[in-house]
């Protein structure tokens, strides 16, 4: 007897631990079943949050061009990898700035700064390729750019971005261009008091330039009311667009793409006026604007 009580607690340890393994495996089996599924889940929640905010697709403006001359051409090159600096910029600040804002934030705040940039680089492209040949036509149509939101990488200037295009000094600049010439400028901004919201204040320009020759005093005129024009806007923007955005709107939607306009303008009434004449330098620290409430 003493002999027969080991072998029956023998296969008894045997039968309990063949249980306890059982058990065991198959805790581990549905513990990893529930670990594959979580991790799974996991990884396409990161995916969809990471290609949730989209991409911003431009017009190639490279492609469009005509021959460009040879004393054109690095200058040429330098605004071409302007935009492409841009783009990617503008691609950054989208997934920087997710959830900001309201339902038009990515328009005011990214996409339409990005369009008055792109039309300023544009404009210098075409401005360079015509002291030595031809200056091209409609290039400021390859301005705006779009966001799409599935994911999609950026077309045309392969993440081409932005600076501002081209635009006869006109109808298209005025849309990108916004500032007018200080105390004038000041003066248009009474519709903006009144509704308490402030008002935009620009350095005057037309004061800080030199003679201007005869033959540019036109073209310098237009910019000029040009310039006008566009600080008119961006004040009706203000009032227009009052508790949109965060603490930042102002700046990056409209202060912001007003200062790039006004580069533009002041940038081509310099050069009209050095076709004669010299150039006169240093007007660009005439286009930042501030508000005044």
Known sequence: ???????????????????????????????????????????STNAKTLA???????????????????SAQAEVDRNLALLQTQIAEANKRLVDTVGQGGANFVQNAILGPLEGKRVSTIDRI???????GTKPQGLDALAPCALDAGGVADTGEDAAADDEAEATPGAEETAAQGADDGAAETGDDAGGDAAGVGTISCPDVASQLPEIPATAQAEVDRNLALLQTQIDEANTRLQNTVGQGGANFVQNAILGPLADKRVST????????????????????????????
């Open 1 to 43: 007897m003493s002999r027969a009580l080991p072998k029956y607690n023998k296969r008894r340890v045997v039968v309990i631990g063949a249980a306890a393994a059982l058990a065991l495996s198959g805790a581990v089996v549905v513990n990893s079943a529930l670990a594959g599924e979580s991790s799974k889940s996991g990884g």
């Open 52 to 70: 949730s905010p989209g991409t911003i697709s431009c017009p190639d403006v490279a492609s469009q061009l005509p021959a460009i001359p040879a």
């Open 126 to 132: 075409a401005i360079s390729i015509g002291r030595q």
């Open 266 to 293: 002041i940038d081509r009434i310099a050069i009209s006026i050095g076709r004669k004449g010299t150039k006169p330098q240093g007007l660009d620290a005439l286009a930042a604007c501030t508000l005044n409430k």
